[in-house]
Nanobody
Framework: QVQLVESGGGLVQPGGSLRLSCAAS????????MGWSRQAPGKQRELVAG???????HYADSVKGRFTISRDNARNTVYLQMASLKPEDTADYYC????????????????WGQGTQVTVSS
């Protein structure tokens, strides 16, 4: 069984910063891609940022230049550093990971965290 646990959400004023963390634990051989998505009330979930095991990152146009994704492979953890936050960044943020499981042959499975709320408001 694999769990992804997010932390770091909260209330921040416009222009402020937050750092989200997501730690994966359980029966993990390795993790391929990791990422962050968000879902605002009444809207569809959208991909915010993704990062490969080698560290190559990609971002949604709406967050480029403001958000930075990174990961610590030794800790199976992915981070999202958010700066210059705007009210439209308000959403529940979910991490995801493509996990290689200790099966024979090895299989990959896509896991999601439970979400952490980010509210940008004055």
């Amino acid at each position: 069984q694999v769990q992804l646990v997010e932390s770091g959400g909260g209330l921040v004023q416009p222009g402020g910063s937050l750092r989200l963390s997501c730690a994966a634990s359980g029966s993990i051989v390795s993790i391929n891609d990791m990422g962050w998505s968000r879902q605002a009330p009444g809207k569809q979930r959208e991909l915010v940022a993704g990062i490969t095991s080698g560290g190559s990152a990609h971002y949604a146009d709406s967050v480029k230049g403001r958000f930075t994704i990174s990961r610590d492979n030794a800790r199976n953890t992915v981070y999202l550093q958010m700066a210059s936050l705007k009210p439209e960044d308000t959403a529940d943020y979910y991490c995801n990971a493509e996990v290689v499981l200790p099966t024979s042959p090895p299989q990959t499975y896509y896991y999601w965290g439970q979400g952490t709320q980010v509210t940008v408001s004055s």
